[in-house]
């Protein structure tokens, strides 16, 4: 709901459980009142102002009639450099005579319905607040935006900006949000990593100063994720305030955090001012992508469920569930034929799996990772019928088919680099550096455009294509466009992804039927801009379990889990060499979209009864795992254990990941705290596992009949067939007794004997329970 007090000159946006206020002060500015939990309105706005009644020492005043009144110690909305604000500014522009002070001031405001936002990604809305604000000495008119979403207890924000001067403005830097607040001894948390270990929460006490994280790697990255948390310092899952920001982009950002000498904290996110240099015709509009803001006086598990909210309802829209698939990747990389994949295909029919994914090295003379990219026509001599052939076969085992593609890239082995060398990425008479020996195509370029949509039409219609990864392999370098004039050079970095968007728009129109996965090297490119065309993120090329607990905790901070994509791979991690068990790398897979990637016609008895049996529960509980309101209960960032729980809407379902990272000597008793369950009794039982008796060690020996050689010939053959299954449990507990008294585990392994009321957990070891309620 949007309010306007006009008596008061005041705006109140109101959520279920929030309010959000901002003033018109006596100057025109735009000044900030509050955030946070909901609150009915003020009956004086002057008793919550921060407004200092005299003149700083060494400040600058605003004008010679207002000597209290410093833009430096002002709460604003939006924020200029020149008129005595020494904090981060939100615009920052050159004018026709050279000058660079801007100073907006408040016009009109009106209400929107259902604004829509050419040529970029973008929250669906319904009304929208548009605030007008003009500087008149410069000629510019500049729009903030305010959409309100009531259930999910979140605001969206961008700015625009009109050039209306006869003369070109050159735009320095153009953010997409700024707010000020009061610092209450916050802490900052953000998303930090790298590739195969992206998005890692960090937590950094907020002093005086400024903290900066930005990306300058033409995509948003795996360094830091355009996202950030402002939580007080006692914030937990479950209690405590909390702010969330996220930018709905997928190039270079940059996110500022600063606490002034006033101990005012002012926040602002958008496009990276570093190398950014916008010329702005006459009457040209300059248009920030989006910011999601959400708030939470309950934890950061409140924040987390309102962006999964506004993300599944407002900006994918689209609750199909998803398959569970194959990909050959990890099986063969670059050596394969029709042959090997189709024995993959027909064991993962078997097993329950229900798409192949045919992964890089399908095209052209793709052997290695030197040459082809850009022909995207089939390699003879591994799909001899093409395409069409090899999906008409995998569809005859019964499988959908998918195919990987990586069409913004390009080799300078190629057809297409020999035909269109213009149309890479380099600057001429400069030898280029390569990422993974190849180079960006220029997609500012229409010509390139229009060539990737045409290729890509006539490569998705040739077959029965379900699913399609889309990946991106390298960074940016070498920044230069041989299609724009000198003067536009530093529009580069947002035009390339502009033009993405348009590709990506125009196949989403044209294919609505497919599921596109967005990939970069694993999680480079995990935004929201990319969530909008495509629905799910490959979420790291680490499929480590217990590095993927890390990676999926930070990331399901602000991403739902059908977007999170995870696959089971081999018996060792080819990232890190790590071994855990089958059944826990399905654990933590199963939380989000699941997969496998491993030699499926390779697999022992054993794993193919496991996996068999995985993929049965996952399908029993696709709903909950894919769309469940998801809980993080305890972490491996700072305990033995990670608890996550999801459940269903109605509160009377639920799945709970107990993972441990260490076996421990002589362990305690554990115990689980269930809370937020729907007033019954309950029934809990855990997931039928199984363990390969390889885990024992010679341990083995003292069970059997005979004695075995550790690793010998005739162990490996029991091994591979033998079911030994894991603990059982099964509970009756009502939700008050699940809160009240927790829910007490089996037992861990003590080195004194084991039964099937003990859990045998080794390193990286987990469980699953079910929870249902009975009446």
Request: proline share 3%.
């Amino acid at each position: 709901m949007i309010e306007y007090n006009k008596v008061q000159q005041t705006f109140y946006l109101q959520t279920n459980q929030t309010t959000y206020v901002m003033l018109i002060n006596e100057q025109r500015h735009l000044e900030h009142i509050y955030y946070g939990g909901k609150i009915e309105e003020f009956q004086n706005i002057e008793d919550v102002r921060f407004k200092y009644q005299f003149e700083l020492g060494s400040s600058t005043s605003y004008d010679k009639d207002t000597k209290g009144y410093m833009l430096n110690t002002t709460p604003l909305e939006t924020s200029t450099f020149g008129k005595g604000d020494y904090r981060e500014p939100t615009i920052h522009l050159e004018l026709p005579d050279g000058s660079r002070t801007t100073d907006f001031l408040y016009d009109s405001h009106t209400l929107i319905q259902n604004r829509k936002i050419e040529g970029m990604p973008q929250v669906d809305k319904k009304e929208t607040l548009e605030i007008k604000m003009v500087d008149q000495v410069a000629n510019i008119e500049l729009y903030l935006y305010y959409s309100v979403y009531e259930e999910e207890d979140s605001i969206v924000r961008s700015i625009e900006l009109v050039n209306k001067n006869k003369e070109d403005i050159i735009l320095d830097k153009a953010l997409s949000f700024s707010i000020d607040m009061l610092n209450k001894d916050y802490s900052l948390s953000k998303l930090d990593g790298a590739w195969i270990r992206e998005r890692h929460i960090t937590d950094t006490k907020l002093t005086t100063g400024t903290v900066h994280f930005d990306s300058k790697k033409g995509v948003s990255s795996s360094d830091h994720n355009p996202f950030f948390v402002i939580k007080e310092q006692k914030t937990l899952e479950d209690y405590g305030n909390a702010y969330g920001f996220a930018l709905v982009y997928s190039g270079n950002f940059e996110a500022n955090i600063e606490v002034s000498p006033h101990n005012m904290l002012r926040m602002n996110m958008g496009i990276n001012s570093f190398d950014f240099r916008y010329r702005l015709s006459s009457e040209e509009r300059f248009i920030t992508p989006e910011v999601v803001i959400t708030f939470s006086n309950k934890g950061l598990t409140t924040l987390t469920n309102n962006f999964h909210d506004l993300i599944n309802n407002h900006i994918i829209k689209n609750k199909q569930m998803r398959p569970i698939l194959v990909n050959n990747w990890e099986a063969t990389y670059f050596d394969f034929n029709q042959k090997k994949l189709l024995a993959i295909a027909k064991k993962a029919n078997k097993l329950g799996i229900e798409l192949f994914c045919l992964d890089d090295g399908w095209f052209a003379r793709r052997n290695d990772d030197f040459s082809s990219l850009g022909d995207w026509y089939y390699n003879k001599k591994k799909l001899p019928r093409g395409v069409q052939g090899i999906a008409n076969k995998i569809n005859k085992l019964g499988l959908d088919f998918g195919i990987w593609v990586e069409p913004e890239m390009v080799n300078k082995d190629s057809d297409l680099y020999q035909e269109h060398p213009d149309w890479a990425v380099e600057i001429p008479g400069r030898e280029p550096s390569l990422g993974r020996n190849q180079l960006l195509l220029d997609l500012t370029n229409i010509d390139v455009r229009t060539y990737l949509k045409e290729t890509l039409h006539a490569l998705f219609s040739s077959a029965n294509i379900t699913y399609v990864k889309w990946d991106m392999n390298r960074n940016f370098s070498d920044v230069f466009s041989q299609n724009l004039e000198v003067q536009d050079q530093g529009k580069f970095n947002h035009l390339f992804v502009l033009g993405l968007y348009d590709i990506l728009e125009y196949l989403k129109q044209e294919f609505p039927n497919i599921l596109f996965e967005s990939c970069s090297s694993g999680g480079n490119r995990f935004d929201l801009g990319m969530l909008y065309y495509m629905p799910q993120t490959w979420t790291s090329d680490n499929t480590d379990s217990y590095e993927r607990a890390l990676i999926q905790e930070g990331t399901s901070l602000l991403y739902p889990l059908s977007s999170i994509s995870n696959h089971v791979s081999g018996d060792r991690s080819h990232q890190v060499l790590r071994h855990t068990p089958i059944e826990t790398r399905f654990n933590v897979a199963c939380f989000g979209v699941l997969g496998y990637e491993l030699d499926l016609s390779k697999l022992t008895n054993i794993d193919s009864f496991i996996i068999k049996k995985q993929v049965e529960f996952y399908k029993q509980h696709r709903a909950l795992f894919q769309y469940g309101t998801f809980s993080r209960m305890s972490s491996v960032r700072d305990s033995n254990y990670s608890l996550w729980m999801v459940t269903n809407d109605e509160k009377d379902e639920a799945l709970i990941l107990y993972f441990q990272e260490k076996a421990m000597p002589n362990p305690a008793f554990k115990t689980i705290r269930i809370e937020g369950l729907k007033e019954g009794t309950y029934s809990i039982t855990s997931r039928e596992q199984y363990m390969n008796i390889r885990t024992t060690g010679s341990l083995v020996n003292h069970v059997l009949p005979i004695k075995l050689k550790v690793n010998g010939t005739l162990l490996n053959m029991i091994a591979n067939r033998f079911k030994y299954k894991e603990d059982t449990f099964n509970k009756t507990m009502t939700s008050n007794q699940l809160k009240e008294v927790d829910l007490l585990l089996n037992h861990t392994f003590t080195g004194t004997g084991t039964n099937d009321k003990v859990m045998v957990l080794p390193d990286y070891g987990s469980r699953i329970f079910y929870i249902k309620r009975e009446n």
